[in-house]
């Protein structure tokens, strides 16, 4: 499996409820996001499956990916993309919210033989995801916008006792939009 590990673009500092979970990307996040999601186009990297954090700065992130990379409609023209579990639309999971069980998830999708599927969440949790698949992160950490890819592999030996070995792909920087390829 193709895996694209992703943190939501810049946000706002408050939400108009006062609410963490409220906090919408800002006009550059979109922005930047937009220019990620193009550039993973761009590089043949796009997701068959998009699977989000509920929280509003994330789930924006993940609809907009969706949107540039023309999710449904790859998923309704490409049979390994529906052979894959894609459905075309983003998934809301609670295990991508702050505090969630990110490896378990992966872990599931792996074993479920899912191609390509991106998740899109929050810090710290997806810089503990990314050193427990790959054993290190970026060296600036996982940016706004950032996306890491990991190839996983359900075979032994196994990563934490999930049942799969990771390798690292590609570290791609959200502000430069340059690709770090392993």
């Known amino acids: 499996m193709k895996l694209y590990v992703m943190r939501h673009g810049p946000a706002e500092d408050d939400s108009p409820t006062g ?3 409220d906090r919408a990307l800002t006009p550059t996040g979109r922005d930047r996001v937009r220019h990620v999601a193009r550039a993973l186009l761009e590089g043949g990297e796009a997701p068959f499956i998009v699977l989000s954090s509920p929280l509003v700065r994330a789930l924006q992130t993940a609809e907009i990916v969706a949107s540039i990379t023309g999710l449904d409609r790859r998923v309704a023209d490409e049979k390994k993309a529906r052979a894959s579990g894609g459905t075309g639309a983003v998934e809301v999971r609670r295990e991508m919210a702050p505090g969630g069980d990110t490896l378990g998830l992966v872990g599931e999708l792996a074993r479920a033989g899912r191609k390509r599927v991106m998740v899109v969440g929050h810090e710290p949790d997806l810089s503990l995801l990314v050193s427990r ?4 992160l970026p060296s600036e950490g996982m940016l706004k916008a950032m996306v890491v890819g990991v190839k996983l592999t359900p075979t032994a030996p196994e990563v934490q006792g999930s049942g799969f070995t990771s390798k ?7 502000k430069t939009l340059a690709w770090q390829r392993d």
């Open 19 to 21: 609410r963490d979970a």
């Open 133 to 136: 698949l790959i054993g290190r």
């Open 168 to 174: 690292s792909r590609f570290v791609l920087d959200p």
